[in-house]
């Protein structure tokens, strides 16, 4: 979730461009609980997540490593459980249970997030918002990647032998730097963002453009966002403004070709 967008003045961009990268987090993040999930492979739908990095039910077949199925994580057979809430739990009082908002992670500690800021940005923010959260649940290396609120009926507790491993560089059992060290296997660290985010793109600040007349930003097409696909969310720039969880078909899940992506907002 080093994202992208848009908040702050063409000097600040240049502060915080070296941000720009990774993830997570979600193309299709409006979801509501009580939509169908569209990605579920039990509902005979072709969603591009299904192979991807993001499709942990399949993983470490993808891979190739039999040894590891179930090891690493836990293997739901079900892509979209996590991150999304289950059809069967969708009257459930996740956040009761300490759900981020709407979504199917355990909400990280807010208060621990040190967020990017300048002089130069007009909307601050203290926190990131759920949708952000979601990401920076496994991107801040602090929860493992199939620490889930809500597990499918399907799943037998009693066959889980996993190590849920977190995406951190720690060398321990329990993070998979302990092996992706860029020595054993390719390097973790652009994946794990930690909780210090001052050096990436600021998130969840209003996006510059629709305050006011700003020269520096590019005003949005619609509310959403912008014809090539960036997103803004109810007035935001998030982890998801630039990322799309859902589609691996450009480098990082971006929604649009690095070439042009800073651009789509900022004029300079």
């Not at 997570?24 to 409006?30: A, E, F, K, Q, R």
Request: proline residues 4%; charged residues 20%; glycine residues 8%.
């Amino acid at each position: 979730m080093r994202n992208i967008v848009i908040g702050f003045s063409k000097k600040s961009l240049r502060l915080g461009i070296a941000g720009l990268i990774i993830i997570v987090s979600i193309g299709w993040i409006g979801i509501s609980q009580s939509e169908t999930i569209i990605g579920d492979p039990a509902q005979g739908v072709n969603d591009t997540i299904l192979g991807s990095k993001h499709d942990f039910s399949g993983l470490n077949r993808r891979a190739g490593v039999v040894a590891m199925p179930t090891v690493a994580f836990s293997d739901y057979s079900n892509p979209c459980v996590y991150c999304h809430i289950p059809p069967e739990q969708a009257d459930s009082d996740a956040i009761a249970k300490g759900a981020i908002e709407g979504w199917n992670r355990y909400q990280p500690a807010t208060d621990s997030f040190q967020l990017y800021d300048s002089w130069f940005i007009d909307s601050k923010t203290r926190t990131p918002s759920p949708i952000s959260l979601l990401c920076l649940s496994c991107h801040d290396g602090t929860m493992a990647v199939d620490m889930v609120v809500f597990k499918p009926e399907s799943f037998d507790l009693k066959e889980d032998t996993a190590m849920h491993m977190r995406i951190n560089s720690e060398d321990n059992t329990i993070s998979c730097g302990k092996c992706h060290n860029g020595r054993v296997a390719h390097d973790i660290s652009i994946k794990y963002l930690a909780q210090d985010l001052r050096n990436d793109h600021p998130i969840s600040m209003r996006y510059a453009g629709l305050l006011r007349s700003d020269e520096d930003f590019r005003k949005p097409h619609t509310a959403g966002g912008f014809d090539n696909g960036v997103r803004i969310y109810e007035g935001r720039v998030e982890c998801a403004s630039c990322h799309n969880v859902h589609d691996p078909s450009k480098d990082l899940f971006l929604r649009v070709n690095s070439d042009v992506l800073c651009q789509t907002c900022h004029t300079k």
